[in-house]
């Protein structure tokens, strides 16, 4: 499923037109990206949690040529799943 999926279904579900249902998923991808690139976490209770992490600084092997390179430090973004997608994902 891509974005347009998504907003196609979240369209149907909610009865609204696409236009909106566009908007409504770029405010919220909005407001997660705002708030991880502030160091916080969003939380979606039943869905899950979006955090960020530190990565450290490490060697790395260009997989072409076999020389070390050097991969810097970095935040990362990471999602957590909740108790419930978890289950729903495994239900059979």
């Known amino acids: 499923m ?6 196609e279904r979240m369209a149907a579900a909610a009865g609204i037109p696409k ?12 407001a997660i990206t705002g708030a991880l690139k ?19 600084a490490r060697t790395g092997r260009n997989p072409k040529t076999g020389k070390a390179i050097a991969i810097p430090a970095r935040r990362v973004a990471k ?8 289950q729903a994902v495994n239900k059979k």
Do not use: W
């Not at 891509?2 to 907003?7: F, P, R, V």
């Not at 999602?79 to 978890?86: A, V």
């Open 2 to 7: 891509n974005k347009g999926d998504l907003i």
């Open 19 to 30: 236009t909106q249902a566009g908007t409504a998923v770029e405010a919220m991808v909005s």
């Open 38 to 56: 502030k160091g916080g976490h969003v939380t979606l209770v039943g869905f899950g949690s979006f955090t960020t992490a530190h990565r450290a």
């Open 79 to 86: 999602f957590t799943p909740g108790l419930e997608l978890k």
